[in-house]
DNA sequence: TATAAATATGCCTTGACACGTATATACGTG
DNA sequence: CACGTATATACGTGTCAAGGCATATTTATA
């Protein structure tokens, strides 16, 4: 009952793993719970409860069906996912080309991005300064 | 240290209303992590957390300027994002039309879409059934 | 109406992550 | 080379949500 109090913004919704599933599952037609359960290998609890917060944050609507309950997805939250990716779609569609080219850049001097950036005072490091990337991990 | 044991999945990283903030800070342009702590009211420590999460996960890359490290976006991992969200924009153009229709005949009769549904068995509830909605918090 | 099938809920445990505070590290400058 | 600035990291803490298990609820059927 404590479901959702923070959990507003549709990410957090389809951030879990078994949600974006469900969801996936029911883009070909509305599912019952019991199909979903069989179908992804989840507890029938867990299948319920996912569907409760994607019900109560609109991602899904459901009907009654005898003892079952049908449930098909409702497209307004996806869209406002889509309209978050909206303002990056710009950007990358703005820089592939400069990508591209850092890109290329890039396999041929292991010297990283640095050299690009010439600019901003004249302040350069001096010496090898190799970058030492601790960060970029992964 | 201990950051990033799940949260493998891009969904995981945007699901942080900081993380996004600070993503669509970047749009306009690179930025340092002290301009980014200024103009998003964060501290700085949470600032560079948030930043090598979304470094170590791509969709961020840094470079070195003197003391600063600039930040600018990664196009990849939306474009993953971008990728899900496809089978559910296919979903919700083809059924405009048909929710449209639906969202009209919402509001003259109350039976919800019940009504819509007539196949299945010919097994139909009995009565007026209203289905309570038990769920349809929010 | 007792029983079975389908689904929803409640309670509990656990783990992960966000945040704060303190501190370390790196770099430039006087 | 001591100091200030910029950024990263370590550690401790609280919170919340996911999952398991048991049980309630609803409806169909015998």
Excluded: C
Aim: charged share 35%.
């Amino acid at each position: 009952m404590a479901y959702i109090k923070d959990m507003e913004s549709a990410f957090e919704i389809i951030a879990e793993p078994n949600r974006r599933a469900i969801l996936s599952l029911l883009v070909s037609s509305e599912q019952s719970v019991g199909e979903i359960e069989r179908r992804l290998h989840m507890t029938q609890p867990m299948v319920s409860k996912h569907l409760r917060v994607l019900r109560e944050t609109g991602f899904v609507e459901s009907t009654v069906d005898a003892q079952r309950r049908l449930y098909r997805l409702k497209p307004e939250r996806f869209q406002e996912v889509d309209t978050w990716l909206e303002q990056f779609r710009r950007f990358w569609s703005e820089h592939v080309d400069a990508l591209e080219r850092h890109l290329g850049r890039m396999e041929s001097s292991k010297p990283t991005t640095q050299a690009t950036r010439t600019k901003k005072k004249g302040k350069r490091l001096r010496g090898p300064n190799r970058e030492r990337d601790r960060g970029e991990t992964k």
